[in-house]
Structures are given as C-alpha cells and as structure tokens.
C-alpha cells in the first residue's frame, strides 16, 4: 500500500536542507519535484525565530 508523498510504507526520505531556531531544526525534503518545510514548533517556544527560520527557507526554495 502506497504510503503519504508516494513513499512506500516505511521509507524515510532523506532531507536536502536543515535550518535550526532555538535550539530546533526545520527540514526541507524533495519528494516528486514538490517541496516540503518540516518544522516542529514546541508550544512555548519563541515564534520569531520559528518564523525567520522557516520564511528564509521558503524564499530559498521557491
């Protein structure tokens, strides 16, 4: 059964790119010529580096 993105159940794509805020990292990933920005944003933590971060990111990859 085919999983989420067209990956196989199971598979892990490998990220292309990194970016860290605050002590956190966003991941970029490339999966069938779409981009995607993984970001996990802890409850609490600052959100104006979580946004530079992931603003500096998109601007990279569009």
């Given at each position: 059964?085919a999983g989420?993105?067209?990956?196989?159940?199971?598979?892990?794509p490998?990220?292309?790119?990194a970016?860290?805020w605050?002590?956190?990292d966003?991941?970029?990933?490339?999966?069938?010529n779409?981009?995607?920005?993984v970001s996990?944003h802890?409850?609490g933590?600052p959100?104006d580096?979580?946004v530079?971060?992931?603003?500096?990111?998109i601007n990279?990859?569009?």
């Open positions: 059964m989420t993105c067209g990956m196989e159940q199971g598979e892990h490998e990220s292309i790119d970016a860290y605050s002590g956190y966003a991941k970029v990933y490339k999966i069938k779409v981009t995607y920005i996990r802890p409850q933590k959100e580096s979580h530079k971060t992931i603003a500096e990111l990279k990859y569009q």
